[in-house]
Nanobody
Framework: QVRLEESGGAVVTAGGSLRLSCSASGMTLSNIAMGWFRQAPGKEREFVAAINWSGHSTYYADSAKGRFTISRDNAKNTMYMQMDSLKPEDTAIYFC?????????????????????WGQGTQVTVSS
């Protein structure tokens, strides 16, 4: 059974940094695209960042550009997101997602939710 598990969420003050991790079991991540999404209280889940199967191509939401960096280590079956210069509006539950078969970051950005495997999420809270 496929399982994705996020970690690294915490409470930080504005301007701080966090590194989220997403590890997988029951599947090999090395040939599929992955991404990060988030859901703030009272809002719909939104795309944050995506990475292709090799890690050589990435794509970010405007809100994440210049502050967040997505990466992956296929040997460790793990994806990461370094988040710097955090703002209170970054407060949300962060979910990792793995495409069921797609290889490119576009597959993540365009995929309907049912085409992705999801983790349970990790809470990020940024205080002002």
């Amino acid at each position: 059974q496929v399982r994705l598990e996020e970690s690294g969420g915490a409470v930080v003050t504005a301007g701080g940094s966090l590194r989220l991790s997403c590890s997988a079991s029951g599947m090999t991540l090395s040939n599929i695209a992955m991404g990060w999404f988030r859901q703030a209280p009272g809002k719909e889940r939104e795309f944050v960042a995506a990475i292709n199967w090799s890690g050589h191509s990435t794509y970010y939401a405007d809100s994440a550009k210049g502050r967040f960096t997505i990466s992956r280590d296929n040997a460790k079956n793990t994806m990461y997101m370094q988040m710097d210069s955090l703002k209170p509006e970054d407060t949300a539950i962060y979910f990792c997602a793995a495409h069921r078969s797609g290889h490119t970051f576009g597959d993540i950005v365009q995929a309907p939710p049912e085409n992705l495997n999801w983790g349970q999420g990790t809470q990020v809270t940024v205080s002002s």
